[in-house]
């Protein structure tokens, strides 16, 4: 089991920059690949990044390729999500999630994913 926790959230102009973070406690953390997800209102959830155990393939949703970066740091059990270019299309709830230990390869179903942080709000305004 792992446990996430996002922070790094915030209001922001479009066009400008955020980076949202993602900590674990547990030993294990290198041993689950990551990803990012996002809940807009009345919306449903969507994939937004990815990025393997050892950090080497990452991997996006055609949305925010090119603007966004995921990357991760096995020493420190973080995961990071560098949000640039941001829109206002962007403004959701982002989840940082891991699916069952060991579990590997591209997943983008909600389904897929075992384990969720609490969620961070980004909010993009016009």
């Known amino acids: 089991q792992v446990h996430l926790v996002e922070s790094g959230g915030g209001l922001v102009q479009a066009g400008g920059s955020l980076r949202l973070s993602c900590a674990a406690s547990?030993?294990?953390?290198?041993?689950?690949?990551l990803a990012w997800f996002r809940q807009a209102p009345g919306k449903e959830r969507e994939f937004v990044a990815g990025i393997t155990r050892s950090g080497d393939n990452t991997y996006y949703a055609d949305s925010v390729k090119d603007r966004f970066a995921i990357s991760r740091d096995n020493a420190k059990n973080t995961m990071n999500l560098q949000m640039n270019s941001l829109k206002p299309d962007d403004t959701a709830v982002y989840y940082c999630?891991?699916?069952?230990?060991?579990?590997?390869?591209?997943?983008?179903?909600?389904?897929?994913?075992?384990?969720w942080g609490q969620g961070t709000q980004v909010t993009v305004s016009s």
């Open positions: 999630a891991a699916p069952p230990r060991h579990f590997g390869g591209r997943m983008t179903r909600p389904h897929e994913y075992s384990y």
């Open positions: 547990e030993r294990t953390f290198s041993t689950y690949t």
